[in-house]
C-alpha cells in the first residue's frame, strides 16, 4: 500500500513537472530598511510584468511565472544572502529579480548567484563597482539601472547648468553612497567644479547637527545629499535646514522619494535633484498600467523593476529554456535592437513574436538600452521642488 | 562685525546644540547615580527605561492630537508628560517587586545586580520595538523655532545665522527646574535626607528607622521621573528611536562617572562636560577661524580633530583619563 502511495505521488510530480511549467522568479528587495518606502511600488512593478506574461498564456507553451518575495534589508549581507540562497535552493526560482541596494547585490551576486549559476537583474543597484568589465559575473548579472559613474555626469550638468559651481557633498556611509560620492566628485572637479567636502554620515542616527556643522565650516553653494531618504539623508536635511548651514540641495536617486514632500514641503523651495526616469512612451504606458493595478509606478526604480522583471521572462522565451546559463545570453538580444520595439503592456505580443522566431527590441517602461556589460545606459529625470513638492523638471 | 559672525557660528553649531545634549546626558546620568548611589549597583537598563517613558509620553500625544487638544506654541507632548512618568513608574516598581527585591533579599553582589539590569534592559528593549516598533515616530508639534535662522539673519544683518529651537529652549528651562526640584528634595525634605542617609551608610541608617523598601520605592519613582523627562526631551529635540536610547547608554554612564557615580552635582557637571567635550572636538573650527584671523592666517583644511564618526571615541576616551587619574570622578564620587 504503501509503495503504491508512493508511486502514485511520484507519477502525479513527473506529469505536473511535465506539462506547463509553473516557473518561480525571485523578488528580492528591501523590504525593511532604509529604503522600505519605495520597494513596494518596485515589488509591484516587477510582478506587473510577471502577471502580464502569466496572462497572455504565450509564455513558454502556456507556463505562468509565479512571484517569490525576499527581503534583501538593503544593507545586511548576511541576511540578504540567505535570503537569496532560499529563493534557490528551496523555492527553485529561475532568476532573481534584484537586489536593491549595491552592497546586497554585490553579496548575493558573488555568494549565490555566481556560485548556482542563476541570473541577476537589479533594477536599482547603481555602484560602479558592480560592474563586470571582465566577464566576473559570468554573464549572469545585469542590471536596468545605469551605473553611477554615468550619474556623476548627470549631477555636473544638472547643477553646472543652474550655475552652481561650489558644492559640498555627503554620503551614507556604505557601497552606494562612496561610489556616488566618488563619481560625483571626480565628474563635478574635472568640469572644473569646486568640491568643498566629501563627508561620510552613518543612518540610523537621532541627531546630525555635528555632521551638518562639519559641511557648514567647508561651505558650498549646495549640499549633495548622497543617502536614502528614510534615513541618514533625512535627517542631514533636516538639520542644514534647522541650522541654516544650507537651503539648496541635491537630491541623487536614493533621496527622490514622497517623504520628501511630507517632511520638509516648502523648506525645498528652490532645491534639486534627478533620479533614474525617462518621459518616453513607455514611461507614460506603465504609470497608467501601475496606477490602474494600485500602486504608483512614477516612484523610483519602480519602472525598472517592471523592466528587469520582462528581461528575464522575454529571455526565456528566446532561449526556449528557463535554464539560467541557456537564456543568460538572450537578455542582450532582446534588449537591444534590432527587432519590434516592445512597451510595457505588450509583452504578450513579445513573447508571440519570439515564439514565431522573431526579433524584438524591449524599450519598456524606462527606455531600455544595455551597454557594455548589460547595464543601462540611463535616462534621468530632473526634479525641482516648486511649492512645496517636486515635479518634473526635464528629462535627460 | 567679523567677530560677532564668529560668535554667532559658535553658537549656532556649537554652543546651542552642545547645551540642550548636554542637559538631556545630565538629566540621565542623574538617574544613573542615584541608582548607583542608593541601590549600589549600575543600571544598564536606563537607556531602555528612559525609551519605555518616551514612549508612554509618545502614545498619549498621539491621543491627545487625535482629539485636537493641543499646547499652543509648546509641544503636546509635555501636557502627556505626566502620564508618561506614570507609566514609567508603574513599570519600574513592577521590575524591582519582579526582579530586583529577590536580589536584594539574597544582599547579591553589585555586580550580579549589573547583570541582572542588563537581562531587564534586553526585556525593556522588546517591549518598547514590541509596542511602537522599531522605526522612527515623530511626535513633535507647535512652534518650531523660537529664532529661526532667517528671522535672525533679519534681525541683524549679520551673515552668519542662530537657530534657537522651541525644543533646545524648553529641554535648558526643564532640565533646571527639575534638578532645583530634586535637590531640594534630597537637601530639605525628611524622606529626601533619609535617602541621603540610607546611601551614605546603610547598615547606620537602618539602626536609626529608616524604612529601607520605602527608600527603594522612592528612589524609583524619582528615577522613573527622570528618565521620562530626559527621554521625552532628547525624543522632541532629536528624533524618537528605540535604538538611540540604548546608543546614549554609553555618554550617560561616562557623563556619570566623569563627574563622580553617586554625586548628583557630578552628574549634571559630567553631562555639560561630556556634551561639550563631544561637540567642540568633532566640530571643524574653520568657519569660526576664517572669520578671526587675518587673511593670510586663514586656514585651508577644515580644522577638524576627529570626524563626527568618532563622537564615542570621545565619551570612550574622556571615561579612560578620568579612570586612570581620578577614580573618583571630578566630584568625589565612589569609585568604581
Known amino acids: ?122 533594477p536599482s543597484a547603481t555602484s560602479p563597482g558592480l560592474t563586470h568589465a571582465e566577464n566576473e559575473d559570468n554573464g549572469l548579472f545585469f542590471r536596468t539601472a545605469p551605473s553611477d559613474a554615468r550619474q556623476g555626469v548627470i549631477v555636473t550638468n544638472v547643477l553646472q547648468d543652474r550655475g552652481f559651481n561650489e558644492v559640498a557633498i555627503t554620503y551614507t556611509n556604505n557601497d552606494y553612497g562612496k561610489g556616488l560620492a566618488d563619481a560625483i566628485e571626480a565628474e563635478f572637479e574635472a568640469a572644473g567644479g569646486t568640491v568643498t567636502t566629501v563627508a561620510a554620515h552613518e543612518d540610523g542616527k537621532a541627531d546630525y547637527s555635528a555632521e551638518v556643522g562639519a559641511l557648514a565650516s567647508a561651505g558650498g553653494e549646495v549640499l549633495v545629499v548622497a543617502g536614502y531618504v528614510d534615513q541618514g539623508g533625512n535627517g542631514i536635511v533636516r538639520a542644514a535646514l534647522d541650522t541654516g548651514a544650507f537651503d539648496t540641495f541635491y537630491f541623487p536617486d536614493g533621496m527622490v522619494g514622497e517623504k520628501l514632500n511630507e517632511d520638509f514641503g516648502a523648506e525645498l523651495n528652490g532645491s534639486f535633484g534627478a533620479h533614474p526616469g525617462t518621459d518616453s512612451e513607455g514611461a507614460e504606458i506603465y504609470a497608467g498600467m501601475a496606477s490602474e493595478a494600485g500602486f504608483d509606478g512614477t516612484s523610483a526604480f519602480s519602472p525598472e523593476s517592471y523592466d528587469a522583471a520582462a528581461l528575464m521572462m522575454l529571455a526565456m522565451q528566446a532561449a526556449g529554456s528557463t535554464d539560467p546559463a541557456e537564456y543568460k545570453t538572450h537578455i542582450m538580444d532582446v534588449a537591444n535592437a534590432p527587432g519590434e520595439v516592445i512597451f510595457p503592456g505588450e509583452l504578450g505580443k513579445a513573447l508571440q513574436i519570439i515564439a514565431d522566431g522573431g526579433d524584438i527590441d524591449y524599450e519598456g517602461a524606462s527606455a531600455v538600452d544595455l551597454i557594455g556589460s548589460g547595464e543601462s545606459a540611463g535616462n534621468y529625470r530632473e526634479i525641482e521642488f516648486v511649492d512645496g513638492k517636486y515635479e518634473t523638471a526635464g528629462y535627460r | 562685525m567679523d567677530l560677532l559672525n564668529a560668535l554667532v557660528a559658535l553658537l549656532n553649531f556649537v554652543v546651542v546644540p552642545a547645551t540642550a545634549y548636554g542637559a538631556q546626558l545630565a538629566l540621565g546620568a542623574l538617574g544613573v547615580t542615584l541608582i548607583y548611589g542608593i541601590l ?297
Open chain 2, 40 to 336: 549600589r549597583f549600575s543600571n544598564f537598563a536606563h537607556g531602555d527605561t528612559m525609551a519605555f517613558g518616551a514612549m508612554v509620553t509618545v502614545l498619549f500625544t498621539w491621543l491627545f492630537q487625535s482629539w485636537g487638544i493641543g499646547f499652543g506654541p509648546l509641544p503636546t507632548a509635555l501636557l502627556a508628560l505626566p502620564i508618561g512618568i506614570l507609566g514609567c513608574i508603574g513599570l519600574l516598581l513592577l521590575t524591582d517587586r519582579m526582579v530586583y527585591r529577590f536580589y536584594r533579599a539574597q544582599k547579591a553582589k553589585p555586580v550580579i545586580l549589573v547583570i541582572v539590569s542588563m537581562g531587564v534592559m534586553f526585556i525593556m528593549n522588546g517591549i518598547v520595538r514590541f509596542i511602537i516598533g522599531p522605526g522612527d515616530q515623530r511626535f513633535a508639534d507647535g512652534e518650531r523655532f523660537i529664532i529661526s535662522v532667517r528671522d535672525f539673519r533679519e534681525m541683524t544683518g549679520l551673515r552668519e545665522g542662530l537657530a534657537l529651537k522651541t525644543t533646545q529652549g524648553i529641554t535648558v528651562i526643564t532640565a533646571v527646574i527639575v534638578v532645583a526640584l530634586l535637590f531640594w528634595f534630597l537637601n530639605r525634605t525628611r524622606t529626601g535626607k533619609s535617602m541621603r542617609a540610607y546611601s551614605d551608610n546603610e547598615d547606620l541608617a537602618l539602626l536609626s528607622g529608616i524604612n529601607p523598601e520605602r527608600v527603594v520605592m522612592v528612589t524609583w519613582i524619582i528615577v522613573a521621573a527622570l528618565a521620562t523627562i530626559a527621554g521625552v526631551l532628547y525624543g522632541l529635540d532629536k528624533t524618537f528611536k528605540p535604538f538611540t536610547y540604548f546608543m546614549l547608554l554609553l555618554p550617560i554612564f561616562a557623563s556619570a562617572i566623569v563627574g563622580g557615580l553617586g554625586n548628583p552635582l557630578g552628574a549634571i557637571a559630567g553631562g555639560f562636560v561630556i556634551a561639550f567635550s563631544e561637540v567642540t572636538i568633532t566640530y571643524a573650527w574653520k568657519k569660526v577661524l576664517v572669520y578671526l584671523m587675518p587673511e593670510p592666517l586663514e586656514p585651508d583644511g577644515l580644522v577638524q580633530l576627529l570626524s563626527t564618526d568618532y563622537k564615542f571615541a570621545v565619551s570612550f576616551s574622556i571615561l579612560l583619563i578620568v579612570l586612570i587619574f581620578k577614580p573618583t570622578g571630578l566630584f568625589r564620587g565612589k569609585s568604581v
Open chain 1, 1 to 122: 500500500m504503501k509503495k503504491l502511495l508512493m508511486a502514485t505521488a511520484a507519477t502525479a510530480l513527473v506529469a505536473g513537472g511535465a506539462f506547463a511549467e509553473d516557473v518561480k522568479l525571485g523578488v528580492i528587495l528591501g523590504f525593511t530598511g532604509p529604503i522600505e518606502s519605495i520597494t513596494p511600488h518596485m515589488g509591484d512593478g516587477a510582478e506587473l510584468a510577471m502577471k502580464e506574461v502569466t496572462d497572455s498564456g504565450n509564455f513558454l507553451g502556456g507556463s505562468s511565472v509565479e512571484s517569490v518575495r525576499a527581503d534583501s534589508t538593503c544593507i545586511d549581507s548576511g541576511a540578504a544572502t540567505s535570503a537569496a540562497e532560499r529563493l534557490i535552493t528551496s523555492d527553485g526560482v529561475k532568476g532573481i529579480m534584484g537586489a536593491d541596494c549595491s552592497g546586497v547585490t554585490g553579496a548575493i551576486l558573488q555568494n549565490v548567484a555566481l556560485p548556482n549559476g542563476v541570473v541577476m537583474v537589479s
